[in-house]
């Protein structure tokens, strides 16, 4: 099989609707470079079908009143190039005070919290606003917490927020993810981070049973409004949760979700239209 690799040039405020329709059609995966996004599709899908979703998306964009611009080159990549065009793009991120995020063909930097994420085809290689903003708050709330025993990362994606709050004093996490593909990229970086007290398990927080002293949850308002109840039962009395992946216009009806559940927002964090909450129980 071979691939294309296209470089498209996109407004941030129009970025995020057209990796979820680059997602639907068959995207394999995309990362921010050099102020484009790269994004790889299987040739299998044909050229014309990707080009074909890509144009019309722009009129899409427009309606939404989003910025319309999409300017886009590609290359044809075969198999065998595959990887090292990859590994080119991936390159080491710092994030917060002192973490950073590397893929396994990296030298770790030994002053800082190493990161070593293998991205494969899960969310979460760091270069995601949410996931930027999640683990700065991991990192900052990890020195107020007094007890660090258990860590929930509910949508784990490439476990990439438990790992790092187990290398931030946290004792065990469990990790869950309904897609099969996280599951296996989450349990590959943890070993790849040398990580045993770890469990990662295919499933949602229903799946999931005990208290936790922070329960991490980047996902789509929808589900964290849907599963309010599911968190807040499990957060500790004196636990955190950091609740992610929703946008500007649906920050309230979280809160709101949260709230009749009795929890309080404690803290909120902005990054570009994407809205992180902190909440807890006083
Ligand atoms: N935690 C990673 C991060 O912060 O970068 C990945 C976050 S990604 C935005 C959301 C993840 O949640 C995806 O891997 C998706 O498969 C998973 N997910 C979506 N709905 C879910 C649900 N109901 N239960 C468990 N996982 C879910």
């Given at each position: 099989m071979g691939y294309y690799e296209f470089k498209i040039t996109v407004a941030d405020e129009s970025r995020d609707a057209l990796l979820q329709k680059m997602s639907e059609i068959g995207c394999l995966g995309a990362i921010d470079n050099d102020n484009a996004l790269i994004a790889y599709f299987p040739d299998s899908l044909g050229i014309n079908a990707i080009t074909e979703t890509l144009n019309p998306f722009r009129k899409t964009l427009k309606e939404s009143g989003l910025d319309d611009t999409i300017l886009y080159e590609y290359v044809y990549i075969g198999e065998r190039d595959w990887n090292e065009s990859w590994k080119k793009k991936f390159r080491p991120i710092d994030i917060g005070e002192n973490i950073t995020i590397l893929p396994p063909w990296e030298e770790p930097n030994n002053q800082r919290i190493n990161l070593i994420i293998d991205p494969g085809m899960a969310f979460g290689t760091g270069h995601h606003e949410t996931t930027k903003t999640c683990l700065t708050l991991i990192e900052k709330l990890s020195r107020e917490?007094?007890?660090?025993e258990r860590f929930l990362d509910f949508g784990?994606?490439?476990g990439i927020l438990a790992i790092a709050a187990l290398k931030l004093g946290f004792k065990h996490a469990v990790c869950v993810d309904i897609d099969p593909l996280a599951v296996d990229a989450a349990r590959r970086n943890a070993k790849l981070n040398n990580i045993q007290n770890i469990d990662i398990k295919e499933?949602?927080?229903?799946d999931i049973k005990g208290n936790f002293d922070f329960i991490a949850a980047n996902l789509m308002s929808e589900i964290l409004i849907q599963n309010a109840r599911e968190i807040t039962s499990r957060l500790k009395k004196s636990g955190f949760a950091l609740l992610s992946g929703m946008i500007v216009v649906q920050e309230n009806d979280v809160i709101k979700a949260m709230e009749e559940d009795?929890?309080?927002?404690l803290e909120k964090s902005y990054y570009g239209r994407w809205v992180s909450l902190i909440a807890g129980w006083r």
């Open positions: 917490l007094l007890q660090k784990t994606g490439t499933g949602s927080i229903s009795g929890l309080c927002i």
